[in-house]
């Protein structure tokens, strides 16, 4: 059986030993001795940083809309074979001997295309007929160009005379003749 004298002991260490628990778990400020020039040298460096600060968030920004630029870029560049063999078909395909063409049309399906070639076969052009496929925008359009020359000058004298029939422009050759 538990004494009176006992049990106010235990009570009593009780209660010490909680207060020094509490004691422990409340944090304490502790005093710290710096230099006029260490504190001075810490405010200045706190100064810069908040100065520095936004432009920092900003560059970090940057730095995440360019990172996710990059990763577009490299989403592009794995898109199907097929299609990077259409952007860069037409350019292993230009003949050396003739490097301008007259271009007179743009066609965004192979029926116009088709229907203009005959036009322009009908007509008894003699020129040689040309097409190129090209994707813009993942779009994929057909250029009609008529003739292979070897100097810009007579592929400018050859679109004054199809100027009466259709609006024209020189642009590069492109060796894809119908068949």
């Known amino acids: 059986m538990l004494h009176y004298k006992d049990f106010l002991a235990t009570l009593l260490l009780g209660f010490a030993l909680a207060n020094s628990a509490l004691a422990l778990a409340t944090p304490q400020k502790q005093a710290v001795l710096i230099k006029k020039d260490d504190l ?4 200045e460096s706190a100064q ?3 100065q520095t600060q936004p432009q920092l968030e900003r ?8 990172q996710r630029t ?8 794995t898109q199907p074979e097929q299609e990077q063999t259409l952007l860069t078909n ?3 395909s230009i003949d050396m001997n003739a490097l301008f063409s ?4 743009a066609y965004k399906n192979k029926a116009l295309l088709e229907a203009a070639i005959k036009q322009f076969q009908s007509a008894s052009n003699k020129l040689e007929v040309n097409t190129e496929q090209v994707l813009i925008e993942q779009h994929t359009f057909y250029r009609l160009k008529l003739g292979a020359f070897k100097t810009k000058k007579a592929a400018e004298d050859a679109c004054k005379s199809l100027i009466k029939i259709n ?4 642009t590069y050759y492109v060796k894809t003749p119908q068949s």
């Not at 560059?59 to 360019?66: D, F, G, I, M, R």
């Not at 609006?167 to 020189?170: G, I, P, S």
Request: aromatic fraction near 6%; charge should be positive.
């Open 59 to 66: 560059l970090l920004k940057l730095e995440s809309e360019l």
């Open 40 to 43: 001075a040298a810490l405010k």
């Open 48 to 50: 810069q940083w908040q």
């Open 102 to 105: 007259v271009q007179v049309g």
């Open 90 to 92: 037409h350019l292993s």
């Open 167 to 170: 609006n024209c422009f020189v």
């Open 70 to 77: 990059v990763d577009k870029l490299k989403q592009l560049n």
